[in-house]
């Protein structure tokens, strides 16, 4: 028998005086109701209630039990008042993952954003350039970049993710402005030690045929490239969020527009459910619209 509901009828019969009663509210036989009781006290081993032909009276067994249902079934009906409300009212904690460059420069601003406009919703956010399994490592949703595999999550694409390439003005003005990946052989290429095969100066260089050689800095952060190319230690090859405000500012130049990377799409990706909480809802909404393919 379900144990949850003859914990109910048994405090049913106790809270109302009868398995009479108790069978009237739960719209059962009351030999059904009695069924119940004697599966609890067979589970139990011991009687709950002793009848007479004019009451029934809990016995020790029952008295300590009783109390134990009572407080389940409050406990319960708690848990269920809560889950009600998040389905409700959007409110609740997010956890979310993103790539570190993105989810620093683009997603962290938009987040403070997201949270002024819904007040009873956290954010945990996770940056890593590590691929993570959305459902295994518990997150609400990921934003991934490049090609998806068939995973029957849900994926609302996103704007592209665009590389650039740039150097500080003084390098130029030191080593020339390298106008083809051809010239990119007599310039000081700084790596990025997490770049895929297809990514980066080798590969740039390969898709025209040319060589130019490994790279005397690499390093497994953008923001430590940048920095070596405002200083003019070499060329950066990053994401365009990185490195666009420095080109528009003049602390970098813009290079190799016409070679660089094809754009990378991107996705937002969550579970699939017919009835998504409203945090995740308002959430999804909120990147689409700021984020959204245009």
Same mark, same amino acid.
């Given at each position: 028998?379900?144990?949850?509901?003859?914990?109910?009828?048994?405090?049913?019969?106790?809270?109302?005086?009868?398995?009479?009663? !108790?069978?009237? !509210?739960?719209?059962?036989?009351?030999?059904?109701?009695?069924?119940?009781?004697? $599966?609890?006290?067979? =589970?139990?081993?011991?009687? *709950?209630?002793?009848?007479?032909?004019?009451?029934?009276? *809990?016995?020790?067994?029952?008295?300590?039990?009783?109390?134990?249902?009572?407080?389940?079934?409050?406990?319960?009906?708690?848990?269920?008042? $809560?889950? &009600?409300?998040?389905?409700?009212?959007?409110?609740?904690?997010?956890?979310?993952?993103?790539? %570190?460059? #993105?989810?620093?420069?683009?997603?962290?601003?938009?987040?403070?954003?997201?949270?002024? +406009?819904?007040? &009873?919703?956290?954010?945990?956010?996770?940056?890593?350039?590590?691929?993570?399994?959305?459902?295994?490592?518990?997150?609400?949703?990921? #934003? +991934?970049?490049?090609?998806?595999?068939?995973?029957?999550? %849900?994926?609302?694409?996103?704007?592209?993710?665009?590389?650039?390439?740039?150097?500080?003005? !003084?390098?130029?003005?030191?080593?020339?402005?390298? =106008?083809?990946?051809?010239?990119?052989?007599?310039?000081?290429?700084?790596?990025?030690?997490?770049?895929? +095969?297809?990514?980066?100066?080798?590969?740039?260089?390969?898709?025209?045929? %040319?060589?130019?050689?490994?790279? =005397? #800095?690499?390093?497994?952060?953008?923001?430590?490239? +940048?920095?070596? !190319?405002?200083?003019?230690?070499?060329?950066?090859?990053?994401?365009?969020?990185?490195? $666009?405000?420095?080109? $528009?500012?003049?602390?970098?130049?813009?290079?190799?527009?016409?070679?660089?990377?094809?754009?990378?799409?991107?996705?937002?990706?969550?579970?699939?459910?017919?009835?998504?909480?409203?945090?995740? =809802?308002?959430?999804?909404? #909120?990147? %689409?619209?700021?984020?959204?393919?245009?």
């Amino acid at each position: 028998m379900d144990r949850l509901l003859s914990m109910e009828l048994f405090v049913a019969v106790v809270d109302k005086g009868s398995f009479t009663a !108790a069978a009237e !509210a739960y719209r059962l036989s009351q030999p059904m109701v009695g069924k119940h009781i004697a $599966a609890l006290e067979k =589970r139990l081993g011991g009687r *709950l209630l002793v009848r007479t032909t004019r009451r029934q009276q *809990l016995t020790e067994l029952g008295q300590h039990y009783y109390q134990r249902c009572r407080a389940i079934l409050a406990e319960l009906a708690a848990a269920e008042d $809560a889950a &009600e409300l998040l389905r409700q009212q959007p409110r609740g904690v997010l956890r979310l993952n993103a790539s %570190v460059t #993105f989810g620093s420069l683009r997603l962290a601003p938009l987040l403070a954003e997201f949270m002024a +406009r819904y007040p &009873e919703i956290g954010v945990e956010l996770e940056l890593s350039d590590q691929l993570v399994d959305l459902v295994a490592d518990g997150y609400d949703a990921v #934003f +991934r970049i490049g090609q998806l595999a068939d995973s029957g999550l %849900v994926a609302r694409r996103l704007r592209p993710y665009r590389m650039m390439a740039a150097a500080a003005p !003084a390098y130029l003005a030191a080593r020339g402005v390298p =106008r083809t990946p051809a010239e990119l052989a007599g310039h000081d290429c700084l790596g990025f030690s997490r770049w895929q +095969r297809d990514d980066g100066w080798d590969a740039l260089a390969r898709r025209h045929g %040319v060589e130019i050689g490994a790279s =005397r #800095f690499q390093c497994n952060q953008g923001q430590a490239l +940048r920095q070596l !190319a405002l200083a003019g230690a070499g060329l950066a090859l990053q994401a365009e969020a990185l490195l $666009a405000d420095d080109v $528009a500012a003049g602390r970098l130049v813009s290079l190799l527009d016409g070679y660089l990377p094809p754009p990378k799409p991107m996705h937002l990706i969550y579970p699939a459910d017919r009835q998504p909480l409203p945090k995740l =809802r308002v959430f999804v909404d #909120f990147i %689409v619209e700021r984020l959204g393919a245009l």
